[in-house]
């Protein structure tokens, strides 16, 4: 739906020719103070918990404490202009976001109004912004892959769509980065992407919007915004907004990832609304309430069985840790509610390794299961020689008189970590990775040195777009590599190593 | 309403009807709650140190002439209970009851501009016929209405201000043809 000028017209020309000024009558509270995005209302003893109440000047709140004399209000967007004495009016409404394909290519904050240049949005209807998970009857287990195009990722730490994988590492150590190029690499692959920005900087989620708009990202993106600026209310409802957004394409068959940047901003702001509301605090001053804040929100991601649909959304939370603390109250609660995380750490950011993934503390538990046969093959062996390879070099710097089979393992374990080097915002296909993969399992990088390696690639991946594209296409259509073909890329690798002098 | 508030609100009124003293009472805790909202008064019978035969010689000063007796005890219980801070819940819980049984209520009427007494009485006789009872309106102005009035009564509000229509309706455009 377009909102088009004559509708408006058409709309005001009935309301004022039915314009009688019919008064309403609703149950009314007053607001007895206000202040930080909370206000306490005096009155309304038929409140629901969670229920949408009308301020004097059209500003919304939610009912969220029921207290015996008064019930604390959270306000939602700015209280300015909400004074002490002003009604406040029931609405038996709960807090509801427009949803649908209108939604794509926007930037809307954390109620779905556009915050972008692009006027008003098509929605095709409202959803309320809490809603029960999908249970177990509706659901069914992760089977098909959502692919990442970041190498580590897709062989050690496979993400099946409907799974929750959660992002952690410390600050500057590329969680966002890892998140965005996901959503670049859905591109014509007919999945939907939400991202929440939940109090981050402005600049920065200006820069991502601005990656996403290059990439061509945004036409099946949308962009749920609530600042470090906004209230801690706005900040708090934006994953469930995005979430309700996500969950509605969910619900029609589609396939959905979004990604909330970043759960402990989340935790904080809703921290800030608790103690407001004067709740008793806990652990770090966090309520008791925390673990359900966020394990109802992720409960929310599934894979729906084909009887209802067979959609999937497939979250990707992040979670930032201080000085590589992930026994901490936030980071642990996190990682027990989703299906594995990916660690970052900021000792690999800073030697160039990039992502900085540690495949130790990475796990995924249920995205196995979704990986393509060609992958599995090949990824089985890959993540037990790299921690045998970590455990050799730490051991190794010791001494250096080692016998050939260490050397051998280190030399395969140093080409390993640079193969899994890639460099941001550029996301590399399923069969791309399953050839580099399959050469560096096979031996075939053994000879070439260390700094030529990532033009090796480059140049195999080149070659092969050139002059062999069916070993690409029996790899995406089979999604297997079988023993004819394996000799054909053998003899594709042996070519390019000819051709461009690696020997 | 906190429970506690609640009970001595029944007694002071069970023992005011039993009495016949009902209407006088209602006077009696007006003036009563308006004198101890001075907040000279007020800090002074809620600190905990001062010991209760001060707060009782404190409050005599405030008793109106010819207060009535039940009226005092209340006052003189409240300080031996510990509990001040209730007085002034109670005594305008119990006007507004009190009120209630008398067939009278009272209502804010928020308006624009000054009413003039001609409208009110208008806005008082639709009243009293819709809920029955006698009304004692209080009027306040209020710009940021734009137009119209509103009416609090008892919990509700009767609102028919320009500014809720412009809410309303910007509400509605904002969602197009979907409802």
């Known amino acids: ?503 | 309403m906190d429970q506690l508030t609640d009970r001595y609100v029944n007694a002071l009124l069970e023992i005011s009807t039993e009495k016949g003293t009902l209407e006088k009472d209602v006077g009696q805790a007006m003036r009563l709650s308006d004198m101890l909202k001075n907040p000279n008064a007020w800090s002074f019978l809620v600190q905990q140190h001062a010991p209760d035969s001060a707060k009782r010689q404190y409050l005599v000063r405030f008793f109106p002439e010819g207060i009535s007796e039940h009226l005092v005890n209340f006052l003189f219980l409240a300080v031996q209970n510990s509990r001040e801070s209730l007085i002034i819940p109670v005594l305008s819980e119990f006007t507004k009851r009190a009120n209630r049984r008398l067939g009278k209520a009272e209502a804010i009427v928020v308006s624009a501009k000054e009413l003039s007494d001609k409208q009110l009485d208008a806005i008082r006789a639709v009243l009293s016929k819709k809920i029955n009872l006698e009304i004692h309106i209080t009027p306040v102005v209020d710009p940021d209405i734009v137009g119209g009035f509103y009416v609090l009564m008892d919990g509700r509000v009767f609102d028919a201000t320009v500014r809720s229509d412009l809410n309303a309706m910007r509400e509605r455009l904002k969602r197009g043809s979907f409802e």
């Not at chain 1, 939604?103 to 240049?117: Q, T």
């Not at chain 1, 659901?139 to 062989?155: W, Y």
């Not at chain 1, 996301?427 to 990088?445: C, D, F, K, R, T």
């Open chain 1, 1 to 503: 739906m377009i909102v088009k000028p004559d509708e408006i017209s058409k709309l005001i020309k009935q309301q004022i020719e039915s314009y009688s000024s019919k008064p309403q009558f609703s149950d009314a509270g007053t607001v007895i103070q206000v202040g930080d995005g909370i206000a306490r209302v005096h009155g309304l003893q038929n409140a629901m918990s969670g229920e949408l109440l009308e301020f004097a000047n059209g500003t919304y709140g939610m009912a969220l404490n029921l207290d015996e004399n008064s019930i604390g209000v959270i306000i939602m967007g700015s209280d300015a202009g909400i004074k002490e004495g002003d009604p406040v009016k029931l609405t038996g409404r709960a807090v509801e976001v427009p949803v649908g394909d209108g939604m794509l290519g926007r930037i809307v904050n954390a109620l779905g109004e556009p915050i972008d240049d692009k006027g008003p949005i098509a929605a095709e209807g409202y959803r309320k912004i809490e809603n029960p998970a999908p249970s177990v009857i509706m659901r069914r287990s992760v089977n098909r892959p959502l692919q990442t195009g970041i190498k580590a990722i897709d062989a050690l730490v496979p993400i099946g769509k409907g799974q929750r994988e959660l992002i952690i590492g410390d600050r500057e150590t590329g969680k966002t980065a890892i998140a965005i190029d996901t959503i670049i690499n859905q591109k014509d692959k007919d999945v939907y992407c939400v991202y929440v920005a939940i109090g981050q900087k402005a600049s920065t989620v200006a820069r991502i919007i601005k990656v996403l708009n290059e990439t061509g990202a945004m036409a099946y993106t949308t962009v749920v915004l609530a600042t470090a600026s906004e209230s801690a209310p706005m900040q708090y409802f934006a994953p469930y907004s995005g979430c309700a957004i996500a969950e509605e394409w969910m619900y029609r068959g589609k396939d959905v990832l979004i990604v909330y940047d970043d759960l402990t901003k989340h935790a904080v702001s809703y921290r800030a609304i608790s103690l407001l509301l004067r709740r008793p605090p806990g652990r770090e001053a966090y309520p008791g309430d925390i673990f359900y804040l966020h394990s109802r929100l992720l409960e929310r991601a599934a894979c729906l069985s084909e009887d209802y649909g067979g959609g999937t959304l497939t979250a990707l939370p992040i979670v930032e840790t201080q000085e590589g603390d992930i026994s901490a109250y936030i980071p642990t609660n996190i990682i027990s509610i989703t299906d594995g995380q990916i660690y970052l750490e900021s000792d690999l950011f800073k030697n160039g390794i990039r992502p900085a993934i540690n495949p130790g503390f990475s796990v995924s538990r249920v995205g196995g299961a979704a990986q393509i046969p060609a992958m599995k093959s090949i990824a089985g062996p890959l993540r037990i020689e790299f921690a045998q390879y970590k455990e050799l070099a730490a051991f190794s710097q010791f001494g250096s008189d080692l016998d050939r089979f260490t050397l051998n393992r280190l030399n395969h374990g140093e080409r390993i970590m640079e193969v899994l080097k890639q460099p941001q915002y550029s996301p590399m296909p399923v069969e791309n990775q399953v050839l580099i993969l399959y050469a560096l399992n096979n031996g075939h990088l053994e000879s070439i040195n260390i700094s030529r390696i990532l033009k090796f690639q480059k140049d195999f991946i080149k070659y092969i777009d050139l002059h062999a594209p069916s070993i690409k296409q029996e790899i995406r259509e089979t999604g297997k590599v079988s023993k004819e073909l394996e000799k054909k890329i053998d003899a594709v690798i042996a070519e390019v190593k000819e051709r461009y002098h690696y020997n």
